[in-house]
């Protein structure tokens, strides 16, 4: 079954604490995504990446990091600088052409301990 | 302005309404547009891609105005099962290149 997988669900952090969040695909998608969405409010983009190896700075980018290695991994990084991490997290994947959707995995929510 | 700016809503209906949301864009090379709805505490889905000469699934229809810049999705015979919120996202096609641009969300509540 091809599709988008987050892991964890939920995920709590520490002060000081960076944690990573996974993002697997199997669509054979060049482009992956990173939102945050905060209660009530809409998607915001963290980091994108079109290709392996590159990746790019959305709005938000500044406490967070990711990698490309894999076409398939797009894993986000929260590091101690992102001082209200608590928010849920989407990953997205797309398809080449203008005219491809994004289709997003299920999210994981991170709070703060 | 915003690049998308959709109806500020909540909306809220009775069952078997017909309802309809608005969604306008400010970029005019803007190439490409969706509708998603998302449930509480879900992902974003995709309902319906939008296509210049309108289309339609079921008792949903997507309209756009390139002239105007906007998008509509009409929805008929509102069910229960349609309560969430809609977004509107645009593909801007600009430097980004693939990035998209969603709108805040409408909220529907269809009741019984």
């Known amino acids: 079954d091809g599709g988008i997988t987050q892991s964890p669900k939920y995920l709590f952090r520490k002060e000081g604490q960076n944690v990573t969040l996974s993002c697997e695909q199997n669509?054979?998608?060049?482009?992956m995504y990173w939102y945050r969405q905060d209660p009530g409010q809409g998607l915001r983009l963290i980091y994108y990446s079109q290709i392996v190896n590159d990746f790019q700075k959305g709005d938000i980018a500044e406490g967070y990091s990711v990698s490309r290695e894999k076409k398939e991994s797009f894993p986000l990084t929260v590091t101690s600088a992102q001082k209200n991490p608590t928010a849920f997290y989407l990953c997205?994947?797309?398809?080449?052409?203008?005219?491809?959707?994004?289709?997003f995995g299920d999210g994981t929510r991170l709070s703060i301990l | 302005r915003k690049e998308v700016e959709q109806d500020p809503g909540p909306f809220n209906v009775p069952e078997g309404a017909t309802v309809a949301f608005n969604c306008t864009y400010s970029n005019s090379a803007s190439q490409s547009f969706f509708w998603y709805r998302q449930d509480c505490r879900k992902e974003p889905k995709l309902l319906m891609s939008?296509?210049?000469s309108g289309n339609e699934d079921g008792r949903f229809t997507a309209q756009l105005n390139r002239a105007s810049q906007y998008i509509s999705l009409l929805i008929r015979d509102s069910k229960l099962s349609d309560s969430a919120t809609y977004l509107c996202v645009v593909n801007p096609r600009d430097n980004y290149g693939q990035n998209f641009v969603f709108g805040p969300g409408t909220r529907l509540s269809v009741l019984p």
């Open positions: 997205a994947s797309r398809d080449r052409g203008f005219d491809q959707p994004q289709h």
């Open positions: 939008v296509y210049s």
């Open positions: 669509l054979n998608h060049d482009a």
